[in-house]
T-cell receptor, first 113, second 117 residues
């Protein structure tokens, strides 16, 4: 169990730029989740994959956001035309089964200037 | 729709004192309930999980939580606080949401626990 890894740890970008984050889940986990966390708040659900299929998307996920999980392994989350309101910690988690323990990565902290 | 309310964004206790962190949930069906802890600069870690097998759930680091259906509560307790318990604690609920079909966890806004020497 090498844990969930996220890259990069920090990203600073200018408004209007595109950014992409990567998440590598625990290898045998077929479920992968993206959450967003702002200061003083709990994680907010963004989207969820089972293997390569994206099964759920939150209403928070505008059309500027896209997530992929090719081949059911790592996942990427892209934000196009970033806005200052996108500044947050983006968390990735994986699990073996529905309603089972989530293993979280340390997150990618995005700052949009 | 499922939701979680954590009463008290900050709780401060003395080392050795009882820790009580409050969580109330709303769910249309019997839920699964979780407590996660987040230490500074670290990812969230599962403390404990309720899945209807027993109303009193024991977790790691001496924490436990009791599911009370009549009160729709799942409060987290620890008899004696330790300095290392200082962290952010999140309650979370999971149920098949009839409105959104969501099956991922819904988190509360968190409670920051401070432990005074």
């Amino acid at each position: 169990d090498t844990g969930v890894s996220q890259d990069p740890r920090h990203k600073i970008t200018k408004r209007g730029q595109n950014v992409t984050f990567r998440c590598d889940p625990i290898s045998e986990h077929n479920r992968l989740y993206w959450y967003r966390q702002t200061l003083g708040q709990g994680p907010e659900f963004l989207t969820y994959f089972q293997n390569e299929a994206q099964l759920e998307k939150s209403r928070l996920l505008s059309d500027r956001f896209s997530a992929e999980r090719p081949k059911g392994s790592f996942s990427t989350l892209e934000i196009q035309r970033t806005e200052q309101g996108d500044s947050a910690m983006y968390l990735c988690a994986s699990s073996l089964a529905l309603r089972e323990k989530l293993f979280f990565g340390s997150g990618t902290q995005l700052s949009v200037l | 729709a499922q939701s979680v309310t954590q009463l008290g964004s900050h709780v401060s206790v003395s080392e050795g004192a009882l820790v009580l962190l409050r969580c109330n949930y709303s769910s249309s069906v019997p839920p699964y309930l979780f407590w996660y802890v987040q230490y500074p600069n670290q990812g969230l870690q599962l403390l404990l999980k309720y899945t209807s097998a027993a109303t009193l759930v024991k977790g790691i680091n001496g924490f436990e939580a009791e599911f009370k259906k009549s009160e729709t509560s799942f409060h987290l307790t620890k008899p004696s606080a330790h300095m290392s318990d200082a962290a952010e604690y999140f309650c979370a609920v999971s149920d098949p949401d009839a409105d959104t079909g969501r099956r991922a966890l819904t988190f509360g806004s968190g409670t920051r626990l401070q432990v005074q020497p």
